[in-house]
């Protein structure tokens, strides 16, 4: 079974600060998603990686395969980043199974 | 707008009653997916279609809950007999056929609220 743990699941951080987000799962998998998700449910995809690293803005993400690891980082955080992080991973059924998300909280 | 749309966005209903989501994925896409989520909690799968078929349930779908996508483009989530266990927000999601990893596309969700 696929399982996802998230860590930390909240963060608090003042503006300008560097966040890291970090993901573990149990299975090898195809893809990894990290989503974000705003106070009333809508959800953005932010990255879908299956190595290395992809950067989009401020935000970047990792993975290691060999470790099931990956992180997300969020360089010079602004309020505006306050959302729910959720890490998700894409094992062989090619069913995406998702953490419990991190809560984030950036203060001015 | 070309998005994943949802709807209704609220349902409130009363213990015992039927209640059906409907959702519209990117019409190109050819995957479709439900998930469930309930508060403080990641979205929970609970069914899964490549174009018109259901190929998967989670154990999660119990057999009050039913799933169609009928000509491979919207699809409706119907729960019989309402529980309050039910309330949650109700996700659909799309994306094109896995092969190396797609993308996949959220709509704003579904909250039901069962009373």
């Known amino acids: 079974k696929n399982e996802v743990e998230q860590s930390p699941q909240n963060l608090t951080a003042q503006e300008g600060e560097f966040i890291t987000i970090n993901c573990s799962y149990s299975?090898?998998?195809?893809?990894l998603h990290w989503l974000q998700q705003h106070p009333g449910g809508g959800i953005v995809s932010l990255f879908m990686?299956?190595?290395g690293k992809k950067k989009h803005g401020r935000l970047i993400a990792t993975i290691n395969i060999q470790e099931k690891h990956s992180s997300l980082h969020i360089t010079a955080s602004h309020p505006r980043d306050s959302a729910v992080y959720i890490c998700g991973s894409v094992g062989g059924s090619y069913i995406p199974t998702f953490g419990r998300g991190t809560s984030l909280i950036v203060h001015p | 707008d070309t998005g994943v749309s949802q709807n209704p966005r609220h349902k409130i209903t009363k213990r015992g009653q039927n209640v059906t989501f409907r959702c519209d994925p990117i019409s190109e896409h050819n995957r479709l997916y439900w998930y469930r989520q309930t508060l403080g909690q990641g979205p929970e799968f609970l069914t899964y279609f490549q174009n018109e078929a259901q190929l998967e349930k989670s154990r999660l779908l119990s057999d009050r809950f039913s799933a169609e996508r009928p000509k491979g483009s919207f699809s409706t989530l119907e729960i019989q007999r309402t529980e309050q266990g039910d309330s949650a927000m109700y996700l659909c999601a799309s994306s094109l056929v896995w092969s190396s990893g797609n993308t996949i596309y959220f709509g704003e969700g579904s909250w039901l609220t069962v009373v």
């Open positions: 299975v090898g998998i195809s893809a």
């Open positions: 990686l299956s190595s």
